[in-house]
């Protein structure tokens, strides 16, 4: 069973800093793309950033220039760095990655992380 777990969310000012980690745990045989993705009150889920297993990112518009997506393949970690928080970026933040598991059989999976609460007063 694989599990992402998430941390670091919470309550910050604007422009403010935040750092998000989320963690992969169970039986991996590798991860393939992971990505960050945010749900506002009234809104859509929307990808926020994206990373390659080779390192190779993408970012939304709103957030390009402010956040930073980055991860630990040998901790099977991805982070976001958020930094000059904006009310705008509240939302519930989710981990996403695709998984290769081999366990019970080969197959090529999409999880998500239980998501964490970012809040920017202004």
């Known amino acids: 069973q694989v599990q992402l777990v998430e941390s670091g969310g919470g309550l910050v000012q604007a422009g403010g800093s935040l750092r998000l980690s989320c963690a992969a745990s169970?039986?991996?045989?590798?991860?393939?793309?992971m990505g960050w993705y945010r749900q506002a009150p009234g809104k859509q889920r929307e990808l926020v950033a994206s990373?390659?297993?080779?390192?190779?990112?993408n970012y939304s518009n709103s957030v390009r220039g402010r956040f930073t997506i980055s991860r630990d393949n040998a901790k099977n970690t991805v982070y976001l760095q958020m930094n000059s928080l904006k009310p705008e970026d509240t939302a519930v933040y989710y981990c996403?990655?695709?998984?290769?598991?081999?366990?019970?059989?080969?197959?090529?999976?999409?999880?998500w992380g239980q998501g964490t609460q970012v809040t920017v007063s202004s």
């Open positions: 169970g039986s991996i045989f590798s991860i393939n793309a």
């Open positions: 996403n990655a695709n998984i290769v598991v081999v366990t019970p059989t080969y197959s090529q999976l999409r999880y």
């Open positions: 990373i390659t297993s080779s390192g190779s990112t």
